[in-house]
């Protein structure tokens, strides 16, 4: 009999991973703090939770992906919250990008409580939720990685256990860090080609399969030349991971100047009212 599933937060990429897990034929309870973004998944079958309690009541396995650190504390180690309600067997995997620290605490608290749980942040953005093809990094014991792994075969296509507790966050975090400059060089390249005369489309053809290929350079840079800054990542949530990436680094004691730039970048992005703009709007601050 399959395991019933709790699924908390159905933004951007959470209702794509959500809609995956229905098609799959698996019991749904949800919550989301708008129920209105939720109204497809209620409309596929899902059934709707008044609060993250009510959905651990009812559930096996709980996902969830949401927005900042402190939602995820709050989430989870609320008077309110999942491990409160939570019991002896369930699974808790939380998606979200967060800090490593505090995965490795709800990680203990349900140790305690005689639950399991897994960090097992995703790269991949809104094409990779959509299509079931996400990178997934996971950290956590790994006997629960394995019994987990059917399930995120259907949300994912890279899967990979990277370590106890809080290694799913940190490999997440070598994720932030490569596509921050990235990001930066990708912009630059486009508008040289721009100032060089040249069709940006057509130096795609030839640089996006060659030694500058990258998710991003595939995915991303064809958006900017259509001017669509729809939200495949919120600049906003791409702010946050690069701030847990510094604070992680300075912890180790490691200067990353390229991070820190592009960070700063961002935040002059945000002030210029672009939190809410894909990560690709980056663009604009040559503007």
Same mark, same amino acid.
């Given at each position: 009999?399959?395991?019933?599933?709790?699924? @908390?937060?159905?933004?951007?990429?959470?209702?794509?991973?959500?809609?995956?897990? %229905?098609?799959? &034929?698996?019991?749904?309870? @949800?919550?989301?703090?708008?129920? /209105?973004?939720?109204?497809?998944?209620?409309?596929? =079958?899902?059934?709707?939770?008044?609060?993250?309690?009510?959905?651990?009541?009812?559930?096996?396995?709980?996902?969830?992906?949401?927005?900042?650190?402190?939602?995820?504390?709050?989430?989870?180690?609320?008077?309110?919250?999942?491990?409160?309600?939570?019991?002896?067997?369930?699974?808790? +995997?939380?998606?979200?990008?967060?800090?490593?620290?505090?995965?490795?605490?709800?990680?203990?608290?349900?140790?305690?409580? =005689?639950?399991?749980?897994?960090?097992?942040?995703?790269?991949?953005?809104?094409?990779?939720?959509?299509?079931?093809?996400?990178?997934?990094?996971?950290?956590?014991?790994? &006997?629960?990685?394995?019994?987990? !792994?059917? +399930?995120? /075969?259907?949300?994912?296509?890279?899967?990979?256990?990277?370590? /106890?507790?809080?290694?799913?966050?940190?490999?997440?975090?070598?994720?932030?860090?490569?596509?921050?400059?990235?990001?930066?060089? @990708?912009?630059?390249?486009?508008?040289?080609?721009?100032?060089?005369?040249?069709?940006? &489309?057509?130096?795609?053809?030839?640089?996006?399969?060659?030694?500058?290929?990258?998710?991003?350079?595939?995915?991303?840079?064809?958006?900017?030349?259509?001017?669509?800054?729809?939200?495949?990542?919120?600049?906003?949530?791409?702010?946050?991971?690069?701030?847990?990436?510094?604070? /992680?680094?300075?912890?180790?004691?490691?200067?990353?100047?390229?991070?820190?730039?592009?960070?700063?970048?961002?935040?002059? !992005?945000?002030?210029?009212? &672009?939190? %809410?703009?894909?990560?690709?709007?980056? @663009?604009?601050?040559?503007?």
């Amino acid at each position: 009999m399959k395991k019933t599933i709790g699924f @908390i937060g159905t933004g951007v990429m959470g209702k794509s991973m959500a809609h995956h897990l %229905l098609r799959a &034929e698996y019991s749904m309870y @949800i919550y989301t703090r708008t129920k /209105e973004k939720a109204q497809e998944l209620l409309d596929q =079958g899902a059934i709707w939770c008044e609060n993250p309690t009510e959905v651990a009541k009812q559930s096996d396995i709980i996902f969830t992906i949401i927005g900042e650190p402190k939602d995820v504390e709050e989430v989870y180690l609320g008077s309110q919250g999942i491990l409160a309600s939570g019991r002896v067997g369930q699974t808790v +995997i939380d998606m979200t990008t967060s800090k490593p620290s505090l995965a490795k605490e709800i990680y203990v608290k349900a140790k305690e409580k =005689g639950m399991y749980a897994l960090d097992a942040p995703v790269s991949g953005g809104d094409t990779g939720a959509k299509n079931g093809t996400l990178a997934i990094m996971v950290g956590g014991d790994r &006997e629960v990685y394995e019994k987990m !792994l059917t +399930i995120f /075969e259907i949300i994912g296509q890279n899967i990979v256990y990277q370590g /106890e507790a809080g290694a799913g966050q940190h490999a997440k975090m070598c994720n932030q860090i490569a596509i921050a400059t990235n990001m930066i060089g @990708i912009c630059e390249a486009l508008l040289y080609a721009q100032k060089a005369g040249l069709d940006p &489309e057509t130096v795609l053809k030839s640089i996006s399969s060659g030694a500058a290929g990258s998710w991003s350079l595939s995915n991303l840079a064809p958006r900017i030349i259509k001017e669509d800054f729809e939200p495949g990542f919120y600049v906003k949530h791409f702010i946050k991971d690069m701030k847990i990436a510094l604070e /992680e680094a300075e912890k180790m004691e490691l200067n990353l100047p390229g991070l820190a730039m592009a960070k700063e970048m961002y935040e002059k !992005l945000a002030l210029q009212g &672009e939190e %809410l703009s894909g990560t690709q709007a980056l @663009i604009k601050y040559w503007d």
